[in-house]
Nanobody, 124 residues
Framework: QVQLVESGGGLVQAGGSLRLSCAASGRTFSNRPMGWFRQAPGKEREFVAAITWSADRTYYADSVKGRFAISRDNAKNTVYLQMNSLKPEDTAVYYC?????????????????WGQGTQVTVSS
């Protein structure tokens, strides 16, 4: 099994930055796509960002383009989400996810492994 553990969440003021980390253990599928999703109170979980196994392509939701950056260190079995210029509407629980196949999709149901989430709160 693949275990994903997020860290780096917390409270930050609007305009600030946070970097989330997702450490994988077990059978990591580090050569497979990784992604970040988030779920705000009262809303459905939504796609945030994804990165291919070779890190040659990245994908972002329109709401975070230009502000967030996803990266990965396969040697460390870790994926990161650098979040800059944070807004109150970015407040959510952020989840790390992994796929067992190489293709990148944004549909939640097609991601196979999930972390427990880390809370990000952006104050105004």
């Amino acid at each position: 099994q693949v275990q994903l553990v997020e860290s780096g969440g917390g409270l930050v003021q609007a305009g600030g930055s946070l970097r989330l980390s997702c450490a994988a253990s077990g059978r990591t599928f580090s050569n497979r796509p990784m992604g970040w999703f988030r779920q705000a109170p009262g809303k459905e979980r939504e796609f945030v960002a994804a990165i291919t196994w070779s890190a040659d392509r990245t994908y972002y939701a329109d709401s975070v383009k230009g502000r967030f950056a996803i990266s990965r260190d396969n040697a460390k079995n870790t994926v990161y989400l650098q979040m800059n210029s944070l807004k109150p509407e970015d407040t959510a629980v952020y989840y790390c996810a992994a796929r067992s196949e190489r293709t990148v999709v944004v549909t939640i149901a097609h991601w196979d492994y999930w972390g427990q989430g880390t809370q990000v709160t952006v104050s105004s």
